[in-house]
């Protein structure tokens, strides 16, 4: 069963950090594109970061670039998201998923993705 657990999310002041994790079972990572995406109550799921797993292609959204790094461990089926300088505006529940359409970087439409696991939860509040 394709599965992926999220972890790593909690409650963390303006200004922390927070280092997400996303192992993925039931197949191995080596040669796909996975996604960390998030949602904040009563707003769209929204893409942040990519990365695919083959050669560590990054890719991220204008708002994650230089607080947030994205890194995998092939060995480990686990995908990170390092971040950074967090703010209240990136609280959210934060999912990864792997892109069904093709393994490349090329976009964040929710659609494309699939596999989510159940998220966790981040809140950046002082």
């Known amino acids: 069963q394709v599965q992926f657990v999220e972890s790593g999310g909690g409650l963390v002041q303006p200004g922390g950090s927070l280092r997400l994790s996303c192992v993925a079972s039931?197949?191995?990572?080596?040669?796909?594109?996975i996604g960390w995406f998030r949602q904040a109550p009563g707003k769209e799921r929204e893409g942040i970061s990519c990365?695919?797993?083959?050669?560590?292609?990054?890719s991220y959204v204008d708002s994650a670039k230089g607080r947030f790094t994205i890194s995998r461990d092939n060995a480990k089926n686990t995908v990170y998201l390092q971040m950074n300088s967090l703010e209240p505006e990136d609280t959210a529940v934060y999912y990864c998923?792997?892109?069904?359409?093709?393994?490349?970087?090329?976009?964040?439409?929710?659609?494309?993705?699939?596999?989510w696991g159940q998220g966790t939860q981040v809140t950046v509040s002082s």
């Open positions: 039931g197949f191995s990572l080596g040669y796909f594109a």
């Open positions: 998923g792997v892109r069904r359409i093709d393994n490349y970087c090329s976009g964040y439409v929710p659609y494309d993705y699939g596999y």
């Open positions: 990365i695919r797993t083959a050669d560590g292609t990054t």
